[in-house]
């Protein structure tokens, strides 16, 4: 574990996203409530659209460019063939911290 | 051998050291108790029942003179401790030295002030303790204002008690929902409601700049320089462990006095407990860890072995008629899943959370009476999975019951308007049914509910199939998604009825399934809101499309296209140069004439948008809207300027129309023409509404197409004047987003409802003077420009939050 602050909660909009830049390509991060963060790739793995850009909805974000839905505790795409990776995130005060580790190992892998 | 101890505090937490101490073994110390205030040991939890006037401080006392007495223990209350000597093992009391042996340091907490001008004004008063109460309860009178600044448990409380004496009570909240650390946005909204029922101004959102007063607290200015009138102000925002005793001593202090968990500070001599005390990163409020750790402290004290561990703790709130309930963790972590169960009718809200197939935290409003089950399942980390389908009805529930589909239109009351064409409310269908009208046509015959535009059509029939039970079959209605079983239609209608003014609210009241809707019906929840509600309801980025949120259209490589106003489809030299300049600073890849008569620059970085817009605004260039359900372009021709064949100033009216227009949100975009004669070289039949312009003057047309359906417009009514022409537009415009559903685009609404009745309401010179005025009023808050409001105040978001590239490359 590498835990990198990446910044304050409320930079990122209550159901709303914002996207980090990382070695791996964009991650998005997800503000699905007032304390709850999820990390997960940026990318939709049907057309490439940016899932930070998405309406997010309880847990999950749909793509805007054709809806498909992923359960961002999972990454699985709701009745669709696809997946996307997802990372390790945790809020410290107001802080949002994410693992560079799992960054860096994932792009190993 | 009996050894001196020396607690610093009488609290709740020490009250319970003292009690186990003497039940165990009562020679083993010889006890002295200090206190600050000027009195022992009393039910702190029990303030707010005193402050209402349901109880009175001797009702809480819990150890009076005669009891410390019999117990030997040595009472100087009313005396403040100035120091401790660890060294020496002595406490410096304002009244002389008391050596110990053992140490306990009950300090408690001390309520946060927040550092505003005016914090120390008398009528600032804290609530911590009975002094404060009393100061409250002094302070109230029948018809006085007070303003509680924090929304949190005990701001709350407080203010109930305050109103409860006969006060104008107002709650200053910082955060989003009232107790936002003990409930999430559904169950604080149902909070605010019922507490707005009792009187209670909650002002949430909002930041304290000061309290102003000459010689005592008159006001509290809020940020935005809004002053709430206050006779008493409380403050209420929060409380912080109270230290300086330990610091000056010498103790290991971070937020609290660190302890281990025999609750042993850094001295091995000295112990504290309660709120003051810090272990493992936690500090602690609330009385039920307290407890557990008086006891463990207790214990060690008799060189008993025991060891406090963290608990989850439930909270409820002590105002009457508020039935709250939460415990655990309802928020953060991953591989969680939410149940979600609402009813209306009864305005009950339940939230389970669960993780690998434990209950892990629980919000309750409404009926909490399972509230133990569910905090018992939560301690126990009991496996779930067998009863998980029917886990949130309850450990009375094994079969049977679920949510009711009908429980919305149930739980209207007989006054809820259900026609608002007729003006149609519930009591009068429910009487039609009683006297004999059991299906739909016999409703519109003697009632006319729904015999005008039908879109409350599914309402009138859940209200006979509510009244007639069985007897009545429901036509099958497509719900707007699977978060709810109400049509768009039924949604629009009961959000005006029952003046539902946030999306909570909706949620709530209609029965919603998920926690805050989806991409389907959110969007149009938002829209129905501010639609109806302009100055309530706050627009919602974060409910619509990316295109909206951003204001500019998303391509299929998610880079952006930008689309300035071109009002009527007139431009000029200097706009044409600053969007050239714009084209080459960003490296714009496409730039395209559109059909609406405007310039789209495709293929621009989403990170650049700010930028590009500033340039933009700078030549007065303002946002398109090309992206919006709202108004698109008014296309023009050149009309009577310069056109040998023009009647009317096409141009013009196409001018001041889209300067009325611009920037309101619609339920689909709206494109308008305004063709100069009838040769129409503006194609305005088969836009959205579409103006021709003759000798006699404009005939208005509305309701055409040209794309995925292909439809001549229909007349809506000729007229003679240009601003009688702008007049019917706006009324048009402005019926359209009072009754459409979401995404319908205006034919198919006419279609629905009728041209007949659209025309009848904009040729009632009344409703179409309403229908101004209530476009009018929505525009104040929405005729701007986007670009330039998000260039100021938002253009950090358009950028990534951060770059990990070079350490996740390490």
Redesign the interface.
């Known amino acids: 574990m590498n835990w990198?602050d990446?910044?304050h909660i409320d930079?990122?909009?209550?159901?709303?996203a914002?996207?980090?830049?990382?070695?791996?390509g964009?991650v998005a991060?997800f503000r699905t409530?007032?304390?709850?963060v999820?990390a997960a790739s940026d990318t939709c793995p049907h057309?490439?659209?940016?899932l930070s850009?998405?309406?997010?909805?309880?847990?999950?974000i749909?793509c805007?460019?054709h809806?498909w839905?992923f359960d961002?505790?999972?990454g699985q795409a709701n009745g669709e063939d696809g997946q996307i990776a997802?990372y390790?995130?945790?809020?410290e005060g107001d802080r949002i911290l994410?693992d560079?580790a799992k960054?860096?190992a994932q792009?190993a892998a | 051998m009996t050894q001196k101890l020396v607690i610093i505090g009488a609290g709740m937490a020490s009250g319970r050291v003292i009690e186990t101490l003497v039940e165990t073994d009562s020679d083993a110390y010889d006890i002295t108790l200090f206190n600050a205030e000027p009195r022992g040991n009393y039910n702190r939890i029990m303030l707010s029942p005193v402050l209402c006037g349901e109880k009175t401080y001797e009702d809480i006392v819990t150890h009076d003179d005669d009891w410390y007495a019999q117990h030997g223990v040595t009472c100087r209350f009313g005396e403040h401790v100035v120091a401790i000597d660890p060294e020496l093992k002595v406490v410096e009391g304002q009244n002389g030295h008391v050596p110990y042996d053992k140490l306990v340091i009950a300090t408690g907490s001390a309520p946060f002030i927040i550092p505003v001008p005016g914090k120390d004004l008398p009528g600032v008063i804290t609530y911590r303790d009975l002094d404060d109460t009393n100061a409250m309860i002094d302070a109230a009178g029948e018809g006085k204002r007070a303003v509680v600044i924090g929304g949190g448990l005990l701001g709350l409380e407080a203010a109930a008690g305050l109103a409860e004496r006969g006060m104008d009570v107002t709650v200053v909240h910082l955060?989003?929902h009232l107790m936002?650390r003990q409930l999430?946005?559904a169950a604080g909204y149902l909070l605010r409601r019922d507490l707005e029922k009792r009187g209670i101004t909650i002002r949430t959102q909002a930041s304290t700049k000061a309290i102003i007063g000459d010689g005592r607290a008159e006001a509290v200015l809020l940020e935005g320089d809004e002053t709430l009138p206050a006779d008493l102000v409380v403050m209420a925002v929060g409380i912080r462990p109270e230290t300086r005793l330990a610091t000056d001593a010498g103790l290991d202090v971070a937020r609290g006095i660190e302890v281990n968990a025999q609750m042993q500070t850094s001295d091995p001599d000295v112990f504290a407990v309660g709120e003051c005390v810090e272990f493992d990163g936690n500090l602690f409020g609330l009385v039920a860890p307290l407890y557990d750790q008086a006891k463990v402290l207790a214990h060690a004290l008799l060189d008993q072995a025991d060891a406090f561990v963290v608990k989850d703790v439930a909270t409820k709130l002590k105002v009457t008629g508020c039935d709250l309930f939460s415990a655990g963790d309802f928020?953060?972590?991953?591989?969680?899943?939410?149940i979600v169960l609402r009813d209306p009718s009864k305005g009950i809200y339940k939230r389970l959370v669960i993780e690998e197939d434990r209950l892990v935290g629980a919000v309750m409003y409404g009926d909490t009476a399972d509230g133990n089950w569910f905090f018992q399942l939560i301690k126990d980390g009991t496996e779930i999975d067998e009863m998980r389908d029917t886990l949130i009805f309850g450990p009375a529930y094994q079969g049977g019951d679920t949510s009711d589909p009908l429980s919305a239109v149930a739980a209207l009351p007989p006054e809820a308007e259900i026609c608002g064409c007729n003006g149609i409310c519930k009591g009068t269908i429910t009487d039609a049914i009683a006297n004999g009208a059991t299906d739909l046509a016999a409703i519109k015959a003697t009632t006319k509910a729904s015999a005008s535009c039908g879109t409350c059509t599914g309402l009138v029939e859940q209200v006979l199939q509510v009244t007639l039970g069985d007897a009545f079959e429901l036509p099958t209605a497509q719900p707007i998604c699977t978060c709810c079983d109400l049509t768009h239609e039924d949604v629009r209608r009961l959000i005006k009825s029952q003046e539902l003014k946030s999306q909570d609210a909706v949620w709530q009241e209609l029965g919603w399934k998920?926690?805050?809707?989806?991409?389907v019906c959110?969007?149009a929840v938002n829209f129905y809101l501010l639609a109806d509600w302009p100055l309530e309801y706050q627009d919602?980025?974060?409910?619509?499309?990316?295109n909206e949120?951003?204001h500019a259209n998303?391509q299929?490589?998610?880079t952006f296209s930008v689309v300035p106003r071109m009002w009527g489809g007139i431009t000029n030299p200097s706009e044409l140069r600053a969007i050239a300049d714009a084209a080459d600073k960003y490296n714009v890849p496409t730039v395209k004439v559109t059909g609406g008569q405007r310039i789209d620059l495709l293929g621009v970085r989403?990170e650049d948008l700010p930028a590009i817009w500033a340039d933009l605004n700078k030549a007065g260039l303002v946002s398109g809207h090309a992206y919006s359900k709202g108004l698109r372009t008014v296309k023009t021709c050149v009309g009577t300027d310069h056109c040998r064949f023009g009647t009317q100033d096409s141009t013009g009216l196409g001018i001041k129309l889209e300067q009325a227009l611009w920037g309101s949100w619609t339920p689909h975009k709206v494109k308008l023409g305004v063709s100069g004669c009838p040769r129409n070289c503006a194609e305005a039949t088969c836009k959205d509404i579409g103006i021709i312009c003759v000798d006699s003057g404009y005939q208005v047309s509305v309701a055409g197409a040209a794309g995925m359906d292909v439809k001549e417009t229909e007349r809506l009514c000729d007229v003679t004047s240009e601003q009688e022409a702008i007049d019917v537009t706006i009324a048009f415009v402005q019926l359209y987003r009072e009754n459409a559903k979401y995404l319908d685009r205006a034919y198919k609404w006419v279609a629905k409802v009728g041209l007949d009745w659209v025309q009848e309401r904009i040729a009632d010179l009344d409703e179409r003077a309403r229908l101004i005025q209530a476009f009018e009023l929505s525009q104040s808050i929405y005729r701007k420009d986007p670009w330039a409001e998000h260039v100021q105040t938002k253009a950090?978001?358009y950028q990534?939050?951060?770059?990990?590239?070079l350490?996740?490359?390490?």
């Open positions: 990198i990446i910044g930079d990122i909009p209550l159901r709303g914002r996207k980090i830049k990382t070695a791996l964009c991060l409530s007032e304390t709850e999820f057309k490439g659209g940016p850009e998405g309406i997010i909805h309880g847990q999950s749909t805007p460019l809806n839905v961002l505790n999972t997802t390790p995130v945790r809020i994410i560079g960054l860096v792009s | 955060m989003g936002e999430d946005e928020a953060e972590g991953e591989g969680r899943e939410d998920t926690r805050n809707g989806c991409h959110r969007p919602d980025p974060q409910s619509r499309f990316v949120r951003k998303i299929k490589d998610g989403g950090a978001q990534p939050m951060a770059n990990l590239t350490e996740a490359a390490e």
